[in-house]
C-alpha cells in the first residue's frame, strides 16, 4: 500500500499526503463513486499523488465513473500507521496481501494442470474445441462445437459472457447487454535484459501517465526454476488497454519501440543491455467496474440462473476476482451441485 511507505517521496509531497490525510475535509460525505472513496478514505494527497493516476491508468476510465465495489473493501489505515510511515517506520497495512504463493515451476499453467489431473479418471475435458450453439432439446442442452455434438443434463459456463451469447439465443434486451460490459484488454511484454536497476523487488506500480505500462515485475525472484542462472533479468510488463481504443490499434512492433523506450526512461535498463523482447496480446484482462456494472451484470446472471446455466469465473461472473477466490466460488458451487445429485 502506498500509504505505507509516505517516507519514500520527496518532502514536499510527503507532507502533501500527511496533512490532507490528518485533515481530511471529505471523511464527513458519502462515497458514491471511486474517486470519492479514495477522497473519503485517504485524503486529498494519497488520491491526487497516486491512488487516483494510477487507478485511471490501469482501468483507462475516469475514476469519478466507477463505483466502490472494488475499493470498498479497502480498510481505512489508522492514523498513527500513516504518520510512523511518513516518519520511516515500517508497517504492514494489508496482511492479506503480504504473503502470497506461487508454483515453483511450470508458471501459473502448472496449477491448471494439477486441477485437471485430479479430475481426468472420471471427467473428459475437450481442447481446442470451439462451441457453435447451445440450445435446450427437451429437458437436455445440447452443445454443437467443431468437434462434434454433446448433451448434458446441465451446463456451467466458464468462458466471458461477452463469448457466450455468441452461441446462446437468448432474448434481445439480453444479448445486447454484454456490449454495454466493459473490459480492458492487455499486452504483456517479456523483456530479457542483461542487467537492471530494479534490485531484489518483485513488482513495481507505475502511475505516471507518460510511461506506457502500469505494472512491471522480475520474475527471476520467484526462484530458481524462473532464473536461467545466466546472470540476465527477465522483466514482465503489463500495458492495459481499452477495446477499439488508441492501444488496440499499435502494432507490437511499436509496443516493443516504446516499451524499450520508457524502461530507458525509467532508469531500469541501458539501451545496449537489452537482449530480447517479446509481446502477447489478450482480449479479456480486468472487468471494469463503471456505474453500471452491477445492475447490467445482474440482468445476464440472472437471465442465465433462471434457464438453469451456472456462471463460474471472472469473465463468466463479470467479477474482478483473483484465482483463489475463483477456486473457493468453485468448490462452492461444486459442492451445491454435488448436493443436488
Avoid at 519514500?8 to 490525510?21: H, I, M, N, R, T
Avoid at 464527513?28 to 485524503?43: C, E, I, P, S, V
Avoid at 511450470?106 to 479418471?121: M, R
Wanted: proline content about 4%; some cysteine; aromatic content about 12%.
Amino acid at each position: 500500500p502506498f500509504e505505507n511507505d509516505l517516507a519514500a517521496l520527496p518532502d514536499s509531497d510527503k507532507e502533501y499526503c500527511l496533512q490532507e490525510f490528518l485533515n481530511n475535509p471529505y471523511e464527513r460525505y458519502k462515497a458514491n463513486n471511486m474517486l470519492q472513496y479514495f477522497l473519503k478514505t485517504f485524503g486529498e494527497g494519497i488520491t491526487r499523488t497516486y491512488l487516483q493516476p494510477y487507478n485511471e491508468k490501469i482501468w483507462k476510465f475516469d475514476s469519478s465513473c466507477l463505483d466502490t465495489q472494488m475499493v470498498e473493501r479497502i480498510p481505512k489505515p489508522p492514523k498513527e500507521d500513516v504518520i510512523k510511515s511518513a516518519n520511516g517506520v515500517e508497517t504492514e497495512d494489508y496482511t492479506h496481501q503480504l504473503y502470497f504463493y506461487y508454483p515453483k515451476k511450470g508458471g501459473f499453467q502448472s496449477l491448471v494442470d494439477a486441477y485437471a489431473s485430479k479430475i481426468k479418471h472420471k471427467t473428459k475435458i475437450f481442447n481446442n474445441t470451439k462451441i457453435q450453439n447451445i440450445y435446450k432439446d427437451n429437458q437436455s442442452w445440447v452443445i454443437k462445437t467443431d468437434n462434434g455434438e454433446y448433451n448434458a443434463k446441465r451446463i456451467i459456463n466458464c468462458m466471458p459472457l461477452h463469448e457466450l451469447f455468441k452461441c446462446l439465443e437468448a432474448p434481445k434486451s439480453i444479448i445486447e447487454t454484454p456490449e454495454k460490459m466493459l473490459y480492458n484488454s492487455i499486452y504483456i511484454v517479456l523483456v530479457r535484459v542483461n542487467d537492471d536497476t530494479i534490485g531484489d523487488r518483485l513488482a513495481i506500480t507505475i502511475p505516471d501517465k507518460d510511461i506506457i505500462f502500469n505494472r512491471l515485475s522480475k520474475l527471476n525472484l520467484l526462484g530458481k526454476d524462473y532464473n536461467p542462472g545466466d546472470g540476465k533479468s527477465t522483466l514482465l510488463i503489463e500495458i492495459t488497454f481499452r477495446p477499439q481504443s488508441y492501444l488496440s490499434t499499435l502494432s507490437k512492433q511499436q509496443i516493443k519501440n516504446r516499451v524499450i523506450k520508457d524502461l530507458i526512461n525509467c532508469g531500469f535498463v541501458k539501451n545496449d543491455d537489452i537482449d530480447d523482447i517479446i509481446v502477447k496480446k489478450y482480449k479479456y484482462a480486468y472487468v471494469i467496474y463503471d456505474l453500471l456494472h452491477r445492475c447490467n451484470t445482474d440482468k445476464v446472471l440472472n437471465y442465465l440462473q433462471s434457464i438453469g446455466i451456472k456462471s463460474n469465473g471472472r469473465f463468466a461472473q463479470f467479477e474482478y476476482m483473483n484465482s483463489d477466490h475463483v477456486a473457493v466460488n468453485s468448490k462452492k458451487l461444486a459442492r451445491q451441485l454435488n448436493e443436488k445429485i
